[in-house]
């Protein structure tokens, strides 16, 4: 990878905002006192040092004309780990980070901002950055994101009659689902898990139906649950979902089974190689066009460090990783990384243009954490999985499931 001077999301830095300096002496990184080495964390094990991702990361450091030192560990334990470094004063320089995680760390005020950092965001996509943003103040960029839509079996819906080009709205893919199981094939599967997965699947339908999340009884979330609720009354959908994750969902898929999954940008690779023919559609809101899917993802964000000099160097690395030219690279690496901004995903298309569907959900997704959510949402979201559960297994209805999901969450918020 070129070291490309002239960055479009950056801007020369102007130095730190005092706040970040006061800060510093109490935030001081333990990993960071080689000036050649620079520490850094991400969330991705299987790439190993011998991995194209390893070899991306070196040359942005490279680049810089440092050496990158880096540690990577499972999500939640990467997560836990710079929550702990926060605390003893022991951050790296950079750390990718899941999206919804970025709001939590920020409380701590470990974390630099953008503008401390002198770079600009502004070019980045509005829905994407949400999920960094708190208070006004963006805490990271998003070296790309991927989301969820709807995986077909092309074979089944042609024997079953089914043009997917007809999938407009709720109404058009429940008459699908019936077509689809009247020919004798099973209908759609998807992760109804107690857990984030359960949440991150189910928000495509409750923002769909209008639904807010402060308000998790309102008409329009029991609207969104009555329709999980229904197609597994009507048998368009297993039972299995209740316990299924994304991958046991793609697992059941592949079996050549079902005729839909609802799955993320993160199966095309999976997809492209199945035995038989596969498309993708929009998951649609409740009266038509695209539902808001939520977004999936790493920001890269720098904590705070005792040695102000090492800022420059970070800005550095986080610029090689977010030119146009950078974000295509991370794209092509995970396979399915959709850019951030609207010149590196036109430049992914040129690219990969068989992605275009996956550009297309990207930009109409939305951030867990957006609203301002912020550190509240992972209370919500418990009492949001829990409430799907409660419904689908039967032990309430959709509406008394989410009216005791909103007393359990204004409970958690205080």
Not at 117 to 129: I, K, P
Not at 211 to 239: H, I
Not at 304 to 313: C, F, I, L
Not at 329 to 337: D, H, L, N
Request: hydrophobic share 40%; proline share 5%.
């Amino acid at each position: 990878m070129k070291n490309h001077r002239r960055q479009p999301l950056a801007r020369p830095a102007a130095g730190l905002a005092a706040a970040v300096l006061a800060l510093a002496a109490a935030c001081s990184s333990g990993d960071g006192g080689d000036a050649d080495v620079y520490t850094w964390w991400d969330p991705y094990p299987q790439h190993d040092e011998n991995s194209a991702w390893a070899e991306r990361v070196d040359t942005c450091g490279e680049a810089a004309g440092v050496t990158i030192d880096r540690t990577a560990s499972d999500t939640t334990d990467l997560t836990n780990r710079a929550l702990l470094a926060a605390q003893e004063g022991t951050s790296p320089d950079l750390i990718l980070l899941d999206n919804p995680a970025v709001s939590t760390l920020s409380d701590t005020e470990m974390l630099t901002t953008m503008d401390d950092l002198g770079l600009d965001v502004t070019g980045v996509d509005e829905n994407l950055l949400a999920a960094g943003v708190v208070d006004g103040e963006a805490y990271g960029i998003p070296i790309g994101a991927n989301t969820l839509a709807i995986y077909y079996n092309a074979e089944i819906l042609d024997a079953a009659g089914v043009d997917p080009a007809s999938i407009t709205d709720w109404d058009s893919l429940t008459v699908a689902l019936a077509q689809v199981t009247d020919n004798g094939d099973k209908g759609v599967t998807f992760a109804a898990i107690g857990t984030e997965e359960g949440s991150f699947q189910f928000l495509p339908w409750f923002w769909g139906a209008g639904a807010d999340l402060r308000d998790l009884d309102s008409p329009e979330a029991v609207a969104a649950l009555e329709l999980w609720t229904g197609w597994l009354e009507s048998g368009y959908a297993p039972n299995s979902v209740m316990t299924n994750s994304q991958n046991t969902t793609w697992e059941e898929f592949l079996t050549g089974e079902f005729g839909f999954v609802v799955n993320g940008t993160w199966q095309v690779n999976s997809a492209a190689e199945t035995d038989f023919a596969t498309g993708i559609i929009q998951i649609p809101a409740r009266d038509g066009g695209i539902a808001p899917a939520p977004t999936g993802g790493e920001f890269i964000i720098a904590p705070v460090q005792s040695e102000a000099e090492r800022y420059d160097v970070t800005r550095q690395i986080v610029e090689c990783m977010t030119t146009p030219e950078g974000f295509v690279e991370t794209a092509e690496t995970f396979a399915y990384y959709v850019p951030p901004t609207a010149e590196g995903q036109e430049a992914l298309l040129e690219a990969r243009p068989e992605l275009e569907p996956w550009v297309t959900a990207v930009r109409e997704a939305k951030g867990r954490t957006s609203d301002n959510l912020g550190t509240d949402y992972p209370k919500i979201s418990e009492a949001l999985w829990t409430a799907v559960q409660n419904a689908l297994s039967g032990s309430a209805t959709p509406t008394e499931a989410l009216q005791q999901a909103q007393a359990d969450a204004e409970a958690a918020l205080g």
